[in-house]
């Protein structure tokens, strides 16, 4: 079977054609807070995660669940997605809802 990578490539990556410096910094205050590490879905190769700030993986992704509801970024910023690494950024996903 073939592998579901995800978004298409040009697609992935909000970071940086849309992620301006406050984005950036936000993320990097994030980023110690992040648990996707411990996600089984984590697609590893020290790919940066934060992935509902900074969109999608480059990486393919296969879904094994999703620890984001138990993450204390999603809990602040009160987020309800899940599965950022596969479907993009929260902001991202709300654009494309809008
Ligand atoms: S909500 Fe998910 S992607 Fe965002 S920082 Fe938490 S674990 Fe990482
Ligand atoms: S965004 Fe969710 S599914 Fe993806 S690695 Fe992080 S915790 Fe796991």
Redo the contacts with the bound molecule.
Sequence with gaps: MAEDTGRIPQEKQAEPSHNGPLMKAGIATIAAF??????????DQKDP?V??ARGA?PLP?E??????PD?PVQKTLRLKR?????YGSNRQLKKEES
């Excluded at 992040?34 to 697609?43: H, N, R, W």
């Excluded at 879904?63 to 984001?68: A, D, E, F, Q, R």
């Excluded at 899940?82 to 596969?86: F, G, K, L, V």
Aim: some cysteine; overall charge positive; aromatic content about 14%.
């Design positions: 992040c648990i996707c590490s411990k996600c089984p879905t984590y697609p995660k992935y509902c993986s992704i879904i094994k669940g999703c620890l984001c993450c899940m599965n950022y690494c596969y």
